[in-house]
T-cell receptor, first 114, second 114 residues
């Protein structure tokens, strides 16, 4: 069975510092991996995805994520955090092409401190 | 602009009442989804529909019902059988393809049972 874990409920980082939000996954086949961001009382917005190819994926708002097959991880990163990056971040994994086979992590709340 | 519109944004219900949440999309997407979001639990799939006049139960379908009479519309009814309906409900759709596309989300509907 597929699953995704976000081991940190909360991440705090100072403005201007690099940030990392962690995600690990478990699938039996090739994973399709996604990151979404959610601002208070809003829907989720897509940030980036890994399907195949380069392990480093670049996405919206300066975010990037590194796919590591051996560690089954897909950590979200940004070189310099902004206060406006403060939000709830979700990692998701899909195994295969089934439209219903998308599983979300429990989310990590990122707070960027001015 | 294309997107997904959910209404109402906030809804209050007395116990024992059914309520219907609206979801409309003009993205020409075939597949649509309903998720429930509770604090600390991520997103859980309620129902999904891959084509008009067809829908499937997700992981937590009990106490909910849906219809898909038009491609653009996928309303969710929260029935009185749902024991704990207070939550944030998110509608989403996905473009046609091989299942590698990302979900597009509406802005959500927050249901509170009084």
């Amino acid at each position: 069975a597929q699953s995704v874990a976000q081991p940190e409920d909360q991440v705090n980082v100072a403005e201007g510092n690099p940030l990392t939000v962690k995600c690990t996954y478990s699938v039996s086949g090739n994973p399709y991996l996604f990151w979404y961001v959610q601002y208070p009382n809003r829907g989720l917005q897509f940030l980036l995805k890994y399907i195949t190819g380069d392990n480093l994926v670049k996405g919206s708002y300066g975010f990037e994520a590194e796919f590591n097959k051996s560690q089954t991880s897909f950590h979200l990163k940004k070189p310099s955090a902004l206060v406006s990056d403060s939000a709830l971040y979700f990692c998701a994994v899909r195994e295969g092409t089934g439209a219903n086979n998308l599983f979300f992590g429990t989310g990590t709340r990122l707070t960027v401190i001015p | 602009d294309g997107g997904i519109t959910q209404s109402p944004k906030y809804l209050f219900r007395k116990e024992g009442q059914n309520v219907t949440l609206s979801c409309e999309q003009n993205l020409n997407h075939d597949a649509m989804y309903w998720y429930r979001q509770d604090p600390g639990q991520g997103l859980r799939l309620i129902y999904y529909s891959q084509i008009v006049n067809d829908f499937q139960k997700g992981d937590i379908a009990e106490g909910y019902s849906v219809s898909r009479e038009k491609k653009e519309s996928f309303p969710l009814t929260v029935t009185s059988a749902q024991k704990n309906p207070t939550a944030f409900y998110l509608c989403a759709s996905i473009p046609p393809g091989k299942g590698t596309g990302e979900l597009f989300f509406g802005e959500g509907s927050r249901l509170t049972v009084l």
